[in-house]
Each structure stands twice: as structure tokens, then as C-alpha cells.
């Protein structure tokens, strides 16, 4: 009679431990879970900006212009990349920590503007203190090369790849100035 109510408690126990064990099996797969998702959500966002070596189309030149007016306090940099003889259309230019679209033109240039109005008025004082409310600019930390200077990178497709190339430094060319 001992012996059955020891072998029915060990068998009650066995069981409660099973359960146990599934339940925290569950637990367990409940919480890796979303850090497993968490995970790989960081990769998909994590692109790849990996320069190319060499690039299917020649630059001929590659212009940087200071603009002003048209407006007051309007200014920027118009820039101006002309390849020759190539099928190859650029989409992007990575420049000065901005990311710019570029726009085929009717001489088969690509061209775009990096605006540095701001519209924003700014308080300069010799005394830092009147200076308080001048807000800091704002740095793009997701911006994907380090560039120095002048230095350009042109994103292009081919085989509905996007590809990036770093054309080096833009030439500095003539002040447009606009009526």
C-alpha cells in the first residue's frame, strides 16, 4: 500500500515537472521571440553602402556653384555631373551630409540644388548670452559615407541594382547670381 502511494506521489510529481517544463518552454519562446524579430528588423534596416571600385560611365566634369537670390536669404550650391557617352542614369548625390535627387536635364547633365537658406532668423551678439535662443543645426547622423570636403558619392541602377560610386572632389565653379 506504501509502495502505491509512493509510486502515485512519484508519478504526480513526474507529471507536475513535465508541465513545468512545458511552461517554461513556452515562457522561453514567448520572450525570444520578439528579440529574435527585434533582430532581424535591425539587419533589413541596416542597408549596404558599399562604394564600387571602378563605375560603367565617365565623368567629364563634375561642377559645384555657389547661388544667391532669386529671393532674399535665398542661397546653396546648384551642382552639375556630365558623363559621357553612357546609358547609365544617376538617381542620387550623397554630398555634405545630404542626400540629394538628381534630375536629368535637357543637355544630359544631372543636376541638383543643396539649399542652405533657412528661412529662420539668427541672433548674433557679442554677448553669448542674447545668443540663447539660436536653435543648433541639424547633423544627419544616418548619413552612410564619410566625405571630406568637396568629396561626392553618385548612387546609379543597373540590372535594378542600386550601386555607389565616389566621383571625389567637385570642381568649384562660377557665383550664379539670380535677379
Partial sequence: MINVKRHDLCLRIS????QA???IKTISLILALPLVLISFAQCASNKSFKLQKTAPFTIKQA?????LGGRQGNKGEKITIALSDS???LDSLFYKNSTLKLQHNAEGNF???LSFSTGKHYTMHENPQEEYDNKAPIVNANFPFKLKGNEAVVSYLKNDIT????IGSLTKGEVIIYP
Wanted: proline letters at 0%; one cysteine or more.
Fill in 87 to 89: 546609358d547609365i542614369v
Fill in 63 to 67: 561642377i559645384s556653384q555657389n547661388y
Fill in 15 to 18: 507529471i507536475s515537472i513535465k
Fill in 111 to 113: 543636376t541638383c540644388k
Fill in 163 to 166: 550601386y555607389y560610386y565616389n
Fill in 21 to 23: 517544463m512545458k511552461n
